[in-house]
Nanobody
Framework: QVQLVESGGGLVQAGGSLRLSCTASGRTINRDTMAWFLQRPGEEREFVACLFRSYGRTYYSDSAKGRFTISRDNAKNTVYLQMNSLKPEDTGVYFC???????????????????WGQGTQVTVSS
C-alpha cells in the first residue's frame, strides 16, 4: 500500500499560479499511473490530469489543457501539478491518486484508483 500526501494548496487571485505536490511513501510510484482530481463542494471528484504509467504520456481535462502541467520526479517519489492562469472555477479540493494497474480507458474515472491522498484546498478569488 502506498501513502500519498498532497501539499501546495492555498489562496490565490485569478490569473495566478500554484504548484501542488504529491509525495508518496511506502513504495515507489515510478511505474504507477498518477492523477489529480478536483472536488468542489457537493460534487463528485472530477478528472484534471494524469501521467500514464512510466511511459511519460500526459492527459488533461479540457479545462486544464494549456494551463496545467503534470510531472513527476522519480528521485523524490513525487508528482506535481503546476497550475497557471487560475480561474475561480478551479476552486476546490485537489486530490492525488495512484494506481499500478489502471488501463488507459479508465484514467479519468476516480473509481478505478486504489490509492488517494487527503487532498489540498485551492481557492481562487476573483
Amino acid at each position: 500500500q502506498v501513502q500519498l500526501v498532497e501539499s501546495g494548496g492555498g489562496l490565490v487571485q485569478a490569473g495566478g499560479s500554484l504548484r501542488l505536490s504529491c509525495t508518496a511513501s511506502g513504495r515507489t510510484i515510478n511505474r504507477d499511473t498518477m492523477a489529480w482530481f478536483l472536488q468542489r463542494p457537493g460534487e463528485e471528484r472530477e478528472f484534471v490530469a494524469c501521467l500514464f504509467r512510466s511511459y511519460g504520456r500526459t492527459y488533461y481535462s479540457d479545462s486544464a489543457k494549456g494551463r496545467f502541467t503534470i510531472s513527476r520526479d522519480n528521485a523524490k517519489n513525487t508528482v506535481y501539478l503546476q497550475m497557471n492562469s487560475l480561474k475561480p472555477e478551479d476552486t476546490g479540493v485537489y486530490f492525488c491518486a495512484a494506481d499500478s494497474t489502471i488501463i488507459l480507458s479508465s484514467i479519468s474515472d476516480a473509481r478505478h484508483y486504489d490509492n488517494w491522498g487527503q487532498g489540498t484546498q485551492v481557492t481562487v478569488s476573483s
